[in-house]
């Protein structure tokens, strides 16, 4: 299997525009997570699902973030609109059962 | 309440042991969890043990789990200059939502 999949590896936008970021799961695994990572508040929690239906999503930090898994094998982070505090590295993660494997990640620089 | 505590930064010589510690507050943990991240990278999975167990060895790593006192450690023999990472420790709790919970990560700078 070639892991998690996340593209675009980066990705570099102006303050308002709409970033989305895209994530494939190691098939068969039937949890998924975004993650986001900075120097100041380490790895948190975004938001997770479970056979494709969203299970937590108190750790997105506003209204202007979405999740959605429309299949197993996909899932998208959207921000709109976006905002220089957004700057960070989102990762996604996938299980069976309890061990999570991540992508690569993806790094979002927002000008 | 759940919270997970790592030295922020710890420099060997190559070839010598490095020792990364972490602790962590609930005792409900199920597995317990050790990830390497390299510059620019995502997390990589390094080795777990279960909370039943005492130690687990894995080539040139070893997990040593103390129970009693909520202490974590892995054990790295040898260190290479390929080991220079940061590491994360996480606890996944008995909640089944297979949410981890992860410290802030320990610098490992390993010099020649």
């Known amino acids: 299997d070639a892991g998690v999949i996340q593209s675009p590896r980066h990705e570099v936008t102006e303050m308002g525009q709409e970033v989305t970021l895209r994530c494939k799961p190691i098939s068969g695994h039937d949890y998924l997570f975004w993650y986001r990572q900075t120097m100041m508040r380490g790895l948190e929690l975004l938001i997770y699902f479970n056979n494709n239906v969203p299970i937590d999503d108190s750790g997105m930090p506003e209204d202007r973030f979405s999740a959605k898994m429309p299949n197993a094998s996909f899932s998208t982070l959207k921000i709109q609109p976006s905002e220089p505090r957004d700057s960070a590295v989102y990762f996604c993660a996938s299980s069976l059962k309890d061990t999570q494997y991540f992508g690569p990640g993806t790094r979002l620089t927002v000008l | ?112």
């Open chain 2, 1 to 112: 309440g759940e919270d997970v505590e790592q030295s922020l930064f710890l420099s060997v010589r190559e070839g010598d042991s490095s020792v990364i510690n972490c602790t962590y507050t609930d005792s409900s943990s199920t597995y317990l969890y050790w990830y390497k991240q390299e510059p620019g990278a995502g997390l990589q999975l390094l080795t777990y043990i279960f909370s039943n167990m005492d130690m687990k060895q894995d080539q040139r790593l070893t997990v040593l789990l103390n129970k009693k006192d909520k202490h974590l450690s892995l054990r790295i023999a040898d260190t290479q200059t390929g080991d220079s990472a940061i590491y994360f420790c996480a606890e996944i709790l008995r909640s089944g939502y297979s949410t981890l919970t992860f410290g802030k990560g320990t610098m490992l700078l390993v010099s020649p």
